[in-house]
Nanobody
Framework: QVQLVESGGGLVQAGGSLRLSCAAS????????MGWFRQGPGKEREFVAA????????YYADSVKVRFTISRDNVKNTVYLQMNRLKPEDTAVYYC??????????????????????WGQGTQVTVSS
């Protein structure tokens, strides 16, 4: 497994931006797809975005398309989530996760919460109206 540490959460007004970072260690980071998930109050954990092992393909939930951008730096072993035009409904704890499968994944595998076997501790994002 891999150890993941998120940072960058906080309180922001609606329409603002935040950039989340997730630093990885313990496994060959560059060989695995990475994902971001979130869990709002009283809700189940949901998919937000994912990126392929090489960074050439990204996947997004419909609710964040255009507004959020996922990227990765395989030299720094870090994955990022740039969040723009934030809305109050984006308020949640955001989790970084490493995929269980090495190298290529299908779209369904990239978006499935059960497809990830390593999770960070989460970072709170609160968007005020």
């Amino acid at each position: 497994q891999v150890q993941l540490v998120e940072s960058g959460g906080g309180l922001v007004q609606a329409g603002g931006s935040l950039r989340l970072s997730c630093a990885a260690s313990g496994r060959t980071f560059s060989s695995y797809a990475m994902g971001w998930f979130r869990q709002g109050p009283g809700k189940e954990r949901e998919f937000v975005a994912a990126i392929s092992w090489g960074g050439g393909r990204a996947y997004y939930a419909d609710s964040v398309k255009v507004r959020f951008t996922i990227s990765r730096d395989n030299v720094k072993n870090t994955v990022y989530l740039q969040m723009n035009r934030l809305k109050p409904e984006d308020t949640a704890v955001y989790y970084c996760a490493a995929h269980r499968k090495r190298l290529g994944v299908t779209t369904a595998e990239a978006m499935g919460v059960r497809e990830y076997d390593s999770w960070g501790q989460g970072t709170q994002v609160t968007v005020s109206s």
